[in-house]
């Protein structure tokens, strides 16, 4: 059972955003500093990555380690209410993560996820991002 009403918890979950997240704003600030240029809201085979490195022809995506099913995170719990749904929900997340990253990849796109908890550990540095956009690998978790 919710601890809260209904109506607190449309609310609540009304407050979560979609876009300009911290861990995301994060991202962006780190590679702005760093002398990488990149753009937003750009679609790429009608996928919305949350940064595209035009230059690296790379697309970062940043991860929240709940809606995107982060596997061992301790940030990663299935809610204790309406269960069936939540895992159907964060199921179907994962499935279409998959099939954005095979698109990308298909079409000579890398793609680099950077976890929250990665994030909020501090355990990213650039040096991470520029190792991937060096190396030849077409896919990568941080």
Not at 13 to 36: A, C, F, Q, V
Not at 132 to 138: D, G, N, Q, V
Request: aromatic content about 10%; some cysteine; overall charge positive.
């Amino acid at each position: 059972m919710d601890v809260h009403s209904k109506k607190i918890r449309s609310y609540n979950m009304s407050r979560i955003k979609s876009y300009n997240t911290k861990p995301e704003i994060y991202i962006r600030k780190l590679l702005h500093k760093n002398g990488y240029r990149y753009i937003l809201k750009s679609r790429i085979n009608n996928i919305e990555p949350d940064v595209v490195l035009t230059k690296h022809k790379t697309c970062v995506f940043v991860h929240g380690c709940f809606w995107h099913s982060h596997a061992n995170c301790k940030y990663n719990v299935i809610p204790k209410s309406n269960t069936n749904f939540w895992k159907e929900k964060l199921n179907k997340n994962k499935e279409r993560d998959l099939r954005t990253i095979k698109t990308l990849n298909k079409n000579d796109w890398k793609t680099l996820i950077i976890w929250e908890c990665t994030i909020k550990k501090k355990k990213i540095s650039i040096n991470d991002v520029k190792a991937f956009l060096k190396s030849k690998k077409k896919y990568q978790e941080i």
